[in-house]
């Protein structure tokens, strides 16, 4: 869930002038099937597992992931179960992700030991998904990585933390990517959102996320926890 505002541990039931908070999600599938007929690959980008939201509507079956209202469903279990208000999400697929990484430039991220174990068996398959091209990684420290290699890190759950160090990696995938936004200009961000918002599922009109262009370079990721 991102906060947006000078606000800290705040409800999102509370009124607090000039804080807005929405969620983004992640798909796994590609943007011809996208965002619909998600499946057991869904889960929040920044808050709530995906075995948590199944274990909610567990009483749904395995079409609850298939509903065209499924991200109106997320939203309400996100609100119930955390005490949220939050009424506007963002989707998003691995090629948006993998499009937004390769326009900014690559993220720097540090690989860990660990981490380049399992990490190329995901860029194989992020790849195919894609329809682009990475390079292996085969050493740990700090990589410069393209669009692929930051969807695979930020697919890893097989190293100590399982899927709460998955969370962790990406939300230092979107950490890395806002620092590097700080880094261009508003007419190279504005090419960047021509090329990424068509792939971008929201309840946002154009014109709003198009106006939020300018001011991500000014976002500064707070504490975050989960």
Request: contains cysteine; aromatic residues 10%.
């Amino acid at each position: 869930v991102l906060v947006l505002g000078e606000s800290l541990y705040y409800n999102a039931t509370n009124t607090i002038p000039h804080v807005r908070y929405f969620t983004i999600f992640g798909s796994g599938l590609r943007y011809e099937t996208f965002p619909y007929c998600i499946d057991e690959q869904f889960e929040s980008l920044v808050s709530g597992e995906n075995e948590y939201i199944i274990v909610q509507y567990k009483s749904e079956g395995y079409d609850f992931w298939n509903r065209e209202n499924m991200d109106e469903i997320m939203i309400k279990t996100l609100n119930e179960n955390l005490d949220l208000n939050i009424k506007e999400f963002v989707t998003v697929n691995f090629d948006a992700v993998a499009d937004a990484v390769d326009a900014l430039g690559g993220i720097k991220m540090n690989i860990t030991s660990a981490e380049v174990k399992y990490i190329n068996d995901y860029i194989d398959e992020t790849s195919k998904v894609t329809g682009k091209k990475a390079k292996h990684i085969t050493t740990s420290g700090l990589h410069v990585l393209d669009g692929v290699q930051a969807v695979a890190y930020s697919r890893i759950r097989y190293t100590s933390g399982g899927d709460y160090k998955r969370t962790e990696r990406m939300r230092d995938i979107i950490t890395a990517m806002i620092d590097k936004v700080k880094t261009k200009s508003v007419s190279q961000l504005n090419t960047i959102a021509d090329r990424v918002l068509p792939q971008v599922h929201t309840n946002l009109s154009m014109t709003d996320l198009l106006s939020m262009v300018p001011a991500v370079a000014s976002f500064n990721v707070g504490e975050s926890m989960g």
